[in-house]
Structure formats: C-alpha cells, structure tokens
C-alpha cells in the first residue's frame, strides 16, 4: 500500500517562502512520477507542479510557473515544492500524487492521472 504524507506547510506573509515536502512509503522502485495539486475552499483541485519518475521532466501550472520548483530525492521516496513570492491567492491545502510507472508527457498535469494522494498541508499567506 502506497502512503503519502507531505509536511512544510504553515502560515507565512505575502512575498515569503516554503517548502513542502512528499515522503512516499510503500513503493518498491522509483519509477512513479509525482504531482503536487491545490485546493481552496469553494474551488476546484488546481494542478501546482509535476515531475517524472527519474526527475529529468517537469511541469508547473501557470499559478507556479517562475516561482516555484519542484524536485525529487529517490535514494529518500520523498518530492519537494519549494516556493517563493507567495501570494495570499496561493492560500489552499497542498495536496502531493503519485502516478505508478515512468509516464513523462503533459498528461501528469491531470488530477486524474494519479494512482495515489495525501492528505494534504495547509499553506495560508497573508497579506
């Protein structure tokens, strides 16, 4: 059974930065590609970033294009979001997915693409 737990999340002011963090559990290779998706209240899952099994490929949603980066450490199963000049809009639960195989096109920007989720990281910007 594949777990996910993400951390990093918290409070921060308008113009700050995070860093989240994926630790996946339950995956016998690194051959998984992983995504990182938001959620506000009231709004749909919005695609944040994703990167393929081997790190070489990634993609990021126009809300974190040149602010944000995602990367995987294999030897730890765990992916990493850092972001910076965060925005009180980017205020949502951070939720990390995990699509099992080495699929590497544009199609790891679909929510439905993904085999496995977290529970999600409250990140919450202020103004």
């Known amino acids: 059974q594949v777990q996910l737990v993400e951390s990093g999340g918290g409070s921060v002011q308008a113009g700050g930065s995070l860093r989240l963090s994926c630790a996946a559990s339950g995956v016998t290779s690194s051959n998984y590609a992983m995504g990182w998706f938001r959620q506000a209240p009231g709004k749909e899952r919005e695609f944040v970033a994703a990167i393929n099994w081997d790190g070489v490929i990634t993609y990021y949603g126009d809300s974190a294009k040149g602010r944000s980066t995602i990367s995987r450490d294999n030897a730890k199963k765990t992916v990493y979001l850092q972001m910076n000049t965060l925005k009180p809009e980017d205020t949502a639960v951070y939720l990390c997915?995990?699509?099992?195989?080495?699929?590497?096109?544009?199609?790891?920007?679909?929510?439905?693409?993904?085999?496995?989720w977290g529970q999600g990281t409250q990140v919450t910007v202020s103004s």
């Open positions: 997915a995990a699509r099992i195989g080495v699929e590497s096109g544009s199609r790891l920007a679909n929510r439905y693409q993904y085999d496995y």
